[in-house]
């Protein structure tokens, strides 16, 4: 990689005003150059070299044969985008027939109405003979799309000791480098943010970094990578490392609770995190950008719910056991509650209730909850999962189904080697 950085001419100051001023001001865009394209068919030698390409094993180095070794120096600015840097060198020359002084060189950035001095202080010269110049460079890290103006000026003193002055201004946009669109989606006990970076620069790019930085009570993993044969983890795009322009490539990762929140608070947990980008265009100049924090969607929750408190992990067929539950009223108005118990689902899912087909809660006050202890009995091995409570609200007779209360596994008592009846 050459780190050799050009300067492209960007402004020339020729102005009629500017005649009675010994020095000229010269704005240049610092900005890395590109490699030559070539048509691999031009000659016998450049055909040579790309059927040598074609048969080669590996087709990820086809592109050396249209890449000449020599470097392109921009014909234009070019454009500058959000999240890069961007760079420029004052050139002061002294055109006169006379020497200056003191000669100093003030920058500043004015975005909007806010202003960000790049030369604190100025860059101060102490002569500047004729036909000599002196150069001062300034860096500013485009953080928003709003369009600049950059403020240049310079102060000298003439020969009869004036002190004279001038200022120029250059205004410039900003261009959009990605597209940047995230969407997250909830799972039962996770959620999924994902986002979609399409190129929008005229050069392909390479995400050097796509990160997504959590709340300080979730819990990130990326799904990005996949392990390889030597346990090694690997992008699933190393072999595409390049974004051409108008490409997109989709990152995804999984958020969990920490220790600190508990499902429940999870469930209405709403402030995700961000992503943070980091790319490099083909000469490795590098660019960042920062999206705001993704806010969850969260689904609006049925009018009655019930959830699992606690619940044993291993049961015992035939024996009686307890499950902890609350049942919420998500409306503003109270209820008079009711638990139904299904006996078909009882039957294909393993699990009965014991003694009671249908439990009353009583009153239960609006967007309050009730604790609610159910007891059941296993009726047969394995794992199973309770799919046969239904709660009703006995003022409307409006059912509402539990998809799933709890699961549990199902073991046969070590002492009692009888046959289960179902």
């Known amino acids: 990689k050459t780190k050799t950085t050009l300067l492209f001419l960007l402004f020339h100051v020729n102005n009629m005003s500017d005649h009675s001023h010994p020095l000229v001001l010269r704005v240049m865009h610092l900005s890395r150059p590109h490699l030559t394209l070539v048509d691999p068919t031009s000659n016998e030698h450049n055909i040579q070299h790309a059927d040598e390409m074609l048969d080669g094993d590996d087709p990820k180095h086809l592109a050396a044969s249209v890449l000449s070794d020599s470097l392109l120096l921009p014909s234009t600015m070019g454009d500058i985008y959000l999240g890069e840097r961007f760079s420029c060198l004052l050139n002061v020359s002294n055109e006169g027939k006379h020497t200056a002084s003191n000669v100093t060189i003030k920058a500043e950035m004015q975005v909007g109405s806010q202003k960000e001095n790049l030369l604190q202080n100025g860059e101060t010269f102490d002569v500047v003979e004729p036909s000599d110049s ?220 014991n003694e009671f087909v249908k439990h009353s809660v009583g009153e239960v006050g609006g967007n309050d909850c009730k604790t609610v202890e159910l007891k059941f009995v296993a009726t047969r091995c394995g794992h199973l999962q309770c799919q046969c409570v239904h709660v009703v609200d006995k003022a409307v007779n409006k059912l509402v189904h539990i998809p799933q209360l709890f699961e549990t596994l199902a073991q046969t008592p070590l002492n009692d080697t009888s046959q289960v009846i179902e």
Not at 260 to 271: G, K, P
Request: proline share 5%; hydrophobic share 40%; aromatic share 10%.
């Open 134 to 353: 002196v150069q001062a460079s300034i860096d500013h890290d485009i953080q928003s799309m709003a369009s600049r103006i950059l403020v240049c000026s310079v102060y000298y003193t003439t020969p009869f000791g004036d002190r004279r002055s001038f200022r120029k201004f250059f205004q410039f946009e900003v261009a959009e480098p990605l597209e940047v669109r995230p969407s997250q989606y909830t799972l039962k006990d996770a959620v999924v943010v994902q986002v979609q970076l399409t190129n929008l620069m005229k050069n392909s790019v390479y995400f050097q970094s796509v990160r997504f930085v959590p709340h300080s009570k979730l819990i990130c993993k990326e799904l990005n990578s996949r392990i390889y044969d030597n346990n090694k983890k690997r992008s699933i795009f190393l072999d595409y490392p390049s974004v051409a322009p108008k490409e997109a490539r989709m990152f995804m990762f999984k958020l969990t609770p920490s220790d600190e929140l508990d499902m429940n608070a999870f469930r209405r947990f709403v402030e995700m995190g961000r992503f943070e980008i980091v790319w490099r265009n083909t000469m490795g100049a590098i660019g960042r950008l920062q999206t705001n924090t993704i806010i969850r969607k969260l689904p609006l929750p049925p009018s009655l719910e019930l959830r699992i408190v606690h619940s044993p992990h291993i049961v015992e067929v035939g024996a009686v056991f307890t499950a902890k539950c609350k049942l919420h009223n998500n409306t503003s108005t109270a209820i008079d509650a009711l638990l139904y118990f299904d006996h078909k689902k009882s039957v294909s899912c393993g699990i009965f209730p």
